[in-house]
């Protein structure tokens, strides 16, 4: 077969100032509409959006991944894995409308990037040059991760995302962002309490919690906590492995060290299958609040 090749096309007209506008475009919208999903916010479906357009990348011909922006199309945004997500890029409708000369895949990592950082999570370092591609290139169903699973299956799964053990885990950690709906997924309840912030507060809780195997509502097994939060199988898969829970802990002592290693990781998932050419840009954006606005 001939291999898949992803060249990242730079536009040489446009500037991070260009990126910028956009981000604190999107940065403005996620403030304005934030009675969103009980008062949520956008900025977790937008991250989720982010990585569910990233997730279907395979390694073994580079097929899928952010950079074709085939989300936009009927075959992956009605993926069942999906459910829910429309209420992201029709977020980001108005947004596209008014810069359309941004690719899908730009905007849909963009839209990530910024709801990370206005969540006070770290700094992601971003570059743009995906192209939409035809409905073609589309993958099929199925691609993304299935919660019921434990570490082997998870282990596999980001080895196809070419992701190692700290990067699966420090990925996971964007858990500590927004909530599990049963009419989306199945599973039901938050991680946490802080469900608008980006902390380490994903380890604390799956260190210290008592958790307990339980049927939910629809019949689904996730594990519950006496305070009303949950893990699905394959987050708490994280703390039955001893090599995964190893990086659990230190993530849970040290937030820097989590936030340091989810900056590389995530920038890596929005970026896989990518070629970039020597000396295309390379941009770290200002959230709203350093820029006082
Ligand atoms: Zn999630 N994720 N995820 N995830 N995810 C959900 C929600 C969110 C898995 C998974 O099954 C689910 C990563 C990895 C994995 C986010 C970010 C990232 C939900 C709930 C499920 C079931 C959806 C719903 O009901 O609305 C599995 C099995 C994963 C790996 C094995 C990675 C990696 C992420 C980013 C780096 C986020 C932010 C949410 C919350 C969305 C929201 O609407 O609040």
Redesign the pocket.
């Known amino acids: 077969a001939v291999p898949i090749v992803h060249i990242a096309a730079v536009n040489k007209e446009r500037t991070i100032d260009d990126y910028q506008r956009i981000y604190n475009k999107i940065a403005e919208k996620i403030r304005e509409d934030d009675e969103y999903?009980g008062y949520?916010g956008y900025g977790?479906?937008l991250?989720?959006l982010?990585?569910h357009s990233s997730?279907t990348y395979n390694k073994e011909n580079n097929s899928g991944g952010s950079y074709g922006g085939t989300y936009r199309f009927k075959l992956e945004n009605t993926d069942p894995?999906n459910?829910?997500l429309q209420n992201a890029a029709h977020f980001l409708d108005p947004i596209y409308k008014e810069f359309n000369w941004i690719s899908h895949g730009d905007l849909y990592t963009l839209g990530a990037v910024c709801a990370v950082q206005e969540a006070q999570g770290p700094k992601i370092k971003w570059r743009p040059g995906r192209v939409d591609l035809p409905e073609s290139a589309t993958p099929e169903n199925g691609r993304?991760?299935?919660?019921v699973?434990g570490a082997d299956y998870?282990r596999n799964?980001?080895a196809r995302l070419k992701m190692n053990d700290r990067e699966a885990v420090a990925?996971?950690g964007?858990?500590c962002?927004?909530?599990?709906?049963?009419?989306?997924?199945?599973?039901d309840g938050p991680w946490g309490a802080a469900?608008s912030s980006f902390t380490n507060e994903f380890f604390v809780n799956l260190l210290n919690e008592q958790w307990k195997l339980e049927k939910n509502a629809a019949g689904n097994k996730q594990y519950d906590s006496p305070k009303g939060y949950m893990m699905?199988e394959?987050d708490y898969a994280l703390v039955q492995d001893p090599i995964y829970l190893k990086i659990v802990k230190e993530y849970a002592n040290n937030e820097a060290s989590f936030f340091k290693d989810f900056a590389s990781s995530?920038q890596k998932?929005l970026e896989n299958g990518i070629d970039y050419p020597k000396g295309a840009p390379e941009y770290v954006f200002k959230t709203l609040d350093d820029q006082d606005m």
Not at 144 to 147: K, M
Not at 177 to 187: A, D, E, V, Y
């Open positions: 999903d949520i977790p479906i991250v989720r982010g990585w997730g894995s459910n829910g993304l991760p299935d919660a699973n998870v799964f980001y990925l996971t964007a858990h962002l927004g909530r599990t709906h049963l009419k989306n997924s199945g599973f469900s699905l394959t995530f998932l």
